[in-house]
């Protein structure tokens, strides 16, 4: 593989503990319901907030004010990340980046994350060392989200490769469908939230608990 394309929340960062506790806030206070673990899986997780918040809603939310709520949680879910135990890069994954690199292998990151956190997480995570701020393709309200493939396609493009010559990490349902429709030369899935046996089923060519087995990821790639 010519490029790595990495989903970030739940495949480079294991979020998920904090990602529903705020979430589960969040939309509790908004919608006086909670929100089941089926519909974290369908509605939220690699979803965009405003697919999201349309679902939960019962309306079409423009991106106006899907922004401004989103801002909301995402105040709340950044508070938390700062006091957690958990946020840091997966196992191994900066071995893993540092070896990309040495291959100068191309790396990029697509994430259903907005400006704010993309930006917190650069700053909080040292991504700057591996990755390019301006070549992250984020969800900014001009293209379809997961499931659909664009995301993907654009982090290919930026990085100027065709979708076949990526591979793509991904761990959630509509993210592993998203890098399928787009023509991924590799699909890895992150069991950080699904069992392995339903990344296969979706989708995933090879799936991965964290990045610790060097050799076995640069084997996946072709790199040996």
């Known amino acids: 593989m010519e490029g790595i394309i ?21 939309l509790k206070d908004l919608t006086g319901r909670d929100a089941t673990d089926a519909e974290f899986q369908e509605y939220i997780h690699g979803r965009s907030i405003e697919a999201t918040l349309s679902y939960f809603l019962g ?7 899907a922004a401004a709520l ?4 995402e105040y709340v879910y950044r508070t938390l990340c700062q006091k957690s135990s958990i946020f840091r890069l997966a196992n191994g994954l900066p071995q893993f980046l540092d070896e990309l ?25 040292a991504l ?8 992250v393709v984020l969800n900014d309200g001009t293209f379809p989200c997961k499931p ?7 982090a290919a493009e930026k990085l100027g490769l065709p979708p076949a010559g990526c591979a ?20 890895v899935g992150v069991s950080s939230m699904l069992p392995a046996e339903e990344l296969y089923t979706l989708g995933a060519n090879a799936v991965i608990s964290d990045y610790r087995d060097l050799p076995e990821l640069l084997r996946l790639l072709g790199c040996c």
């Open 168 to 187: 793509i990490f991904e761990d959630s349902r509509a993210g592993i469908q998203s890098a399928c429709r787009a023509g991924a030369g590799l699909v």
């Open 128 to 135: 700057g060392r591996w990755f390019d701020l301006r070549r």
């Open 101 to 125: 690199s040495r291959r100068k292998i191309l790396v990029n990151i697509a994430t259903a994350s907005g400006h704010t956190n993309v930006r917190f997480f650069f700053g909080q995570l």
């Open 59 to 65: 309306r079409d939310v423009p991106r106006e004010e």
């Open 6 to 26: 990495f989903d970030f929340n739940g495949t480079m960062f294991f979020d998920q503990p904090i990602q529903e506790q705020a979430w589960r806030g969040f």
């Open 148 to 154: 659909a493939p664009d995301i993907f396609l654009r």
């Open 70 to 73: 989103e801002e909301q949680k």
